[in-house]
């Protein structure tokens, strides 16, 4: 698709922050107002929603919003503090690594509002063709919102392509309200499947029908929990994610029968992944968010000459069941020096905590290879995996109703990949809902979208799962507060707040 060529100006036509953005701009005849004209221009356009959500997920940034998990620790030294602010519970508006979503995800907004506006003017194209196009909007409209709010909380909630510094912040309930919207009409405008560069090795690369139902079963699952606390959404969640299961043939969903695959370079492209943010480094020459970061120093050891963003709360990785998916989660051999034979456990190493191991496979990792300047890679970031199709699907029929059998086949599924026996039959509705958590921390542990982080603000349990702390990690500068939920979300960045004094 030479998107190399097209993403620049895409660019400048839709992420400006400018309050003339929809002004014609004399210095050039290329506006909104003329050109959503034909299907090429329709294409450009959804393609420059793709090169800002890859943006947001390439870099560790943004994720450091998601260290109050459990999961996930870091030293408080150096650039590390950033995301030590979020782990220890006192990030302020200056924060400077959440700035990467927040900017990320509202330039997304943007565009995706442009698209939306005037997708219908795009006369030269058929009917399938604006409709697609507009399908894709919709989809990264509301995915970005879902972040944003379940980040932010309270956000202010843009349709419209103006620039207003008097916006003030929607509430959380009128947000998932759009989302919910947005992805019904994107499960009406995707198509099931796409043809030619956007159909890789069978898997589709842009969302697709089954994309916008997986999602949408997601937002259901999470307006059942904090802070809307919409029980009656269990049971949308667990039909919308039945419809995923029941018609995983269509979008050619399934689980990768090895959980250390969906790591390796050769699973770039692979059924599990519902949708994902695919990278190619090798166009990476025009702009950064055409490569992923995340691999392979960003959560490599120091000892390794990795950068240590982030590493395994202690008792987290205790308690996590061995197997092959531990062992594909994080790394087992330590290699002091990148000397091949100086290894050893984590224990032995300078943090004595054990590292991620996804995003980190092959070469990268070789010690007798592994460069401190190979910081750069083609990994796909899955945005939503099938497993978790299927444990929103346990959690939400058991909440909805009591655990039946179709819920337990669902975990089951992924516990088995996982190496684990069938879970225990007979638990009741909580028992259920806690292992099917418990299980979903474990599948998706570590730097992860479906992170542990919104899990556990949902289920409202952040003070109850930091109680579990080992002694050695930083100590906690606040506490938080399950039932008053104080520390749940993250502070707006100040930039905005100067702009706007509602912020």
Not at 23 to 42: M, V
């Amino acid at each position: 698709m030479k998107l190399h060529k097209i993403a620049p100006l895409l660019l400048l036509l839709f992420t400006s922050c400018s309050k003339d953005f929809l002004k014609e701009d004399p210095r050039s005849n290329l506006t909104p107002d003329n050109f959503y004209k034909t299907a090429d221009d329709l294409n450009m356009a959804t393609i420059g929603l793709y090169t800002q959500m890859n943006g947001a997920f390439n870099q560790s940034a943004g994720f450091s919003t998601l260290w109050g998990g459990d999961d996930i620790t870091v030293a408080r030294a150096g650039n590390k503090i950033s995301y030590s602010d979020f782990d220890t519970y006192q990030a302020n508006s200056s924060n400077d690594r959440m700035t990467n979503w927040w900017n990320y995800f509202y330039s997304t907004i943007k565009s995706s509002n442009s698209l939306i506006n005037n997708y219908q003017n795009a006369t030269g194209a058929t009917e399938t063709a604006r409709n697609n196009a507009a399908g894709q909007a919709y989809f990264f409209r509301a995915l970005s919102y879902f972040f944003l709010t379940r980040t932010w909380g309270p956000v202010p909630l843009i349709t419209d392509n103006k620039v207003d510094y008097t916006r003030a912040k929607a509430e959380p309930a009128a947000i998932y309200a759009l989302i919910v919207e947005d992805l019904q009409k994107a499960e009406s405008m995707l198509p099931d499947g796409w043809d030619g560069t956007k159909r890789q090795n069978g898997v589709d690369i842009p969302p697709t029908r089954g994309s916008a139902k997986a999602l949408l079963a997601n937002v259901y699952l999470t307006m059942a929990g904090w802070p809307l606390k919409q029980t009656d959404k269990y049971a949308l969640a667990a039909a919308k994610a039945k419809e995923v299961i029941d018609g995983r043939s269509t979008w050619g969903y399934d689980l990768v029968s090895n959980f250390a695959d969906l790591w390796k370079k050769t699973g770039k492209f692979n059924h599990e992944t519902v949708f994902g943010c695919y990278y190619n480094v090798s166009v990476s020459g025009w702009a950064w968010e055409n490569y992923n970061m995340l691999t392979p120093n960003a959560y490599a050891p120091d000892d390794e000459g990795g950068w240590g963003d982030g590493y395994a709360e202690i008792n987290f990785y205790k308690k996590f069941p061995a197997g092959p998916r531990k062992d594909a989660t994080y790394q087992m051999v330590y290699y002091l020096n990148n000397d091949p034979n100086n290894a050893v456990d984590w224990t032995k190493v300078q943090r004595k905590h054990p590292y991620f191991f996804k995003f980190r496979d092959d070469d990268a990792f070789n010690p007798t290879n592994h460069v401190n300047s190979n910081w750069i890679g083609s990994h796909t970031v899955p945005v939503i995996r099938y497993a978790e199709v299927l444990l929103t699907y346990a959690e939400a029929q058991a909440m909805s109703a009591t655990p039946d059998a179709t819920a337990y086949a669902a975990i089951n599924l992924v516990r088995n990949r996982a190496g684990l026996g069938d879970l225990v039959a007979g638990l009741s509705q909580s028992a259920f809902r806690d292992s099917v958590v418990a299980e979903r921390g474990w599948e998706f542990a570590g730097v992860e979208p479906a992170a542990r982080w919104y899990d556990l603000i949902r289920t409202e349990t952040v003070k109850k799962a930091n109680s579990d702390r080992d002694p050695s990690e930083e100590a906690l500068k606040n506490i938080p507060d399950d039932a008053t939920h104080t520390f749940y979300w993250a502070p707006i960045p100040i930039g905005d707040q100067q702009l706007n004094s509602n912020l």
